[in-house]
């Protein structure tokens, strides 16, 4: 095998390591189902119990819904159950609340437009349409609790349907009274937050002690309109145990129909529904011992939730109930401050570990230069100098065994039938000549996992989401529309096919490397513009510096030879 060999090797590495990630993805680990230990270790008693459909009130973790009367509401066509819709816009996100429940249906990004239409809001959450998307919450209580309280099956009321942010918070309220109880929930929003607080005050004036705890759950479907059969991402459930050997664990919707999640008690620990660019997170007390659960429901749709601790009210008191829900893109200094770990639903991979520095320095880059798209290309100019002498060292391997590719073919035609003894005159020619036949090799090799995690960095840093570059490349995140630049890739591997040397292989593998360019840009047709663009300048920068080295060891040889024919017409002169 000779140099080019070895370097299609790295490219089929490349691809390799992308398709496990893909598997990685497309089959997220499952863990096995946590019991809880013992009935007073859990706050509810059938927190436990199987979610079943959304329209049914048994999906209510661990509520005593026995005594709580449900208002007369429309159902949806979808089986959802529609109220008195309370809309909310603030500086940053654009709502839609329903009165049953106190659940939030719709929420439009104002700050991130449509993927089709950029003029107007992405919307991330839905109770309409092919995307179900939506966020619960309420309190449960024991099964045989004298008390009601309100899950998000309830009706409320509440007194306008319109709030529009003026200063630097916003509060919701919505209220809920039955048999001496009144609870108040109210959504607090702040000024350029994406971070909503959820607060339940519970006003018990009855002669009994009331005992709840808070739940909240997000629920959706599969379906993702932003989907790519090409780059695939994982959309699905996670959940956070700080205290657990894998703490961030994905459950694909598919492991969640045989192995659903429940009763997981982890101090602290968050839960999401994530998907490329953007995600939902719930956010309970970081101090407080939380259950997690993650389920599938009727109709194709599932979810993953949190029950906070219990609470008591005595009688004439009253009590709070909070937690958190983030409703936003994917970005890692606003996650990092909200709750630990949640920056890693920027899901880099086994490759976290070089993606986040390569992030921080492309954001670093984009800071001076104010352009996602220059940033990429200095960025792998940087990386292509830092490992400059490793690439050298390759390249110089490939040029000396390209001078042997005469000496290689002949003795392919002279034992090219008996493999063993190819094999073996070949290793002889290398150590005579001194060639390392993996000199060209391992340095590549060496390079691909920076190469692989910045590929990660730019497929997930939402910061490319709709970000221009220059001329017709109008965001980063989109295929190139007119296919210029993966049309300048592949010419750029067809080159990098004439520099490197021609192939010991037979026939028919030489003409499947010779299609490979043009399998390549048709593959990159599907990438997105940053992607490629990355791509394109790692390799014009590679083919640069291989014809740069080629041309002075050229020199040199030439310079040699000039010296062997001088000593030569000495000794012929003597």
Known sequence: MNMRSFWWLAL?????????????????????????????????????????ASGSVSDVPGANIGSVKHSAVPV??????????????????????DTVGGDIRSVKLLEYGASKDPSQPFQLLSDSGPLIYMVQ??????PNAKLPAPTHKTQYQTAQTEYVMTGDT????????????????????????YLIDVAYKIDNQTSEAWSGSMYS?????????????????????????????????????????????????VTGGWAAMIQQYFLTALVPNQEAQNTYYAKPLAEGRYAVGVVEPMMLVEPGQSGILSSSVYIGPEKQDILAEIAPGLELTIDYGVLTILAEPLFWLLDKIHSIVGNWGVAIILLTVLIKLVFYKLSETSYRSMARLKKFQPKLKQLKENYGDDKALFQQKMMKLYKEEKINPLGGCLPILIQMPVFIALYWVLLYSVEMRHAPFMLWIQDLSATD????????????????????????????????????PFIFTIFFIFFPAGLVLYWVVNNILSVT???????????????EKEKEKEKAKERAGK
């Not at 949806?76 to 609340?97: A, F, P, Y």
């Not at 048999?179 to 108040?184: A, E, M, R, S, Y």
């Not at 490197?500 to 028919?508: H, I, L, R």
């Open 217 to 265: 759950q997000i629920v959706r479907n599969r379906y993702n309109p932003d989907e790519n059969f090409m780059m695939y991402t994982y959309t699905g459930p996670v959940l956070y145990d700080p205290h657990a050997e894998d703490k961030y664990v994905k459950y694909s919707f598919d492991d969640l129909n045989t192995q659903p999640v429940s009763g997981r008690m």
């Open 76 to 97: 949806l066509q979808n089986g959802i159950s529609q109220g008195e819709r309370v809309h909310v816009k603030t500086d940053t996100l654009e709502l839609v609340i």
């Open 170 to 193: 916003l509060t919701v309220p919505l209220t809920w009274t039955e048999g001496g109880v009144t609870v108040t929930k109210s959504y607090i929003f702040q000024k350029g937050k």
């Open 545 to 559: 510096q291989q014809w740069y080295i080629t041309k002075k060891i050229d020199e040199i040889d030439a310079k």
């Open 481 to 516: 529309p007119y296919y210029i630049l993966p049309i300048i890739m592949g010419v750029t591997m067809f080159i990098q096919q004439k520099l490197n040397p021609s192939a010991m292989m037979d026939e028919m593998q030489q003409k499947v490397m010779k299609f490979l």
């Open 137 to 142: 919450n309420g309190l449960a209580t024991q």
């Open 12 to 52: 089929a590495f490349t691809l390799t390591w992308m398709w496990l990630e893909w598997m990685q993805f497309s089959s997220a680990k499952v863990e096995a189902t946590v019991q809880a230990s013992a009935a007073q270790e859990v706050p509810l008693a059938n927190v436990t119990s199987t979610v079943q």
